[in-house]
């Protein structure tokens, strides 16, 4: 592997990672919808707030996320919307998982 592929597949690992937990995931799908603050996502994902707020870090350290104070409180955003064709993409294999067994299980029940 050449150095600048390596570092490319680094890059993207990190940004696949900030993806790797359900609470991050569900805080990408709300933060499409609209910015919101660390105390409304605290109370959808039922976490404590250091919990989510976490969350939200190494969301907007990998650059997924991006914040705005106003006043008192911070507002975090998607910065980074096309991560919801690759979400979409994830709801794809999913879904042909799930036809594969489902098929798979028809077809154990007809023999």
């Known amino acids: 592997m050449k150095e ?3 570092i490319k597949s680094e890059a993207r690992a990190k940004i696949l ?3 790797a937990h359900p609470s991050r995931i569900f805080i990408v799908d709300k933060l499409a919808e609209k ?3 660390v105390c409304e996502l605290t109370e959808m994902i039922g ?3 250091s919990t ?3 969350h939200l870090s190494i ?3 990998a650059g997924i996320a991006t914040d705005k104070k106003k006043g008192t409180t911070v507002y975090y955003s998607l910065e980074t919307p096309c991560l919801l064709r690759f979400i979409g993409c994830v709801e794809e294999v999913i879904e042909q998982n799930i ?3 489902l098929k798979s299980i028809g077809q154990a029940e007809s023999r």
């Open 17 to 19: 990672k900030a993806l």
């Open 52 to 54: 989510v707020s976490k």
């Open 47 to 49: 976490s404590d707030t």
């Open 4 to 6: 600048s592929e390596r």
């Open 99 to 101: 036809n594969k067994q």
């Open 35 to 37: 910015p919101y603050c």
């Open 59 to 61: 969301l907007k350290n």
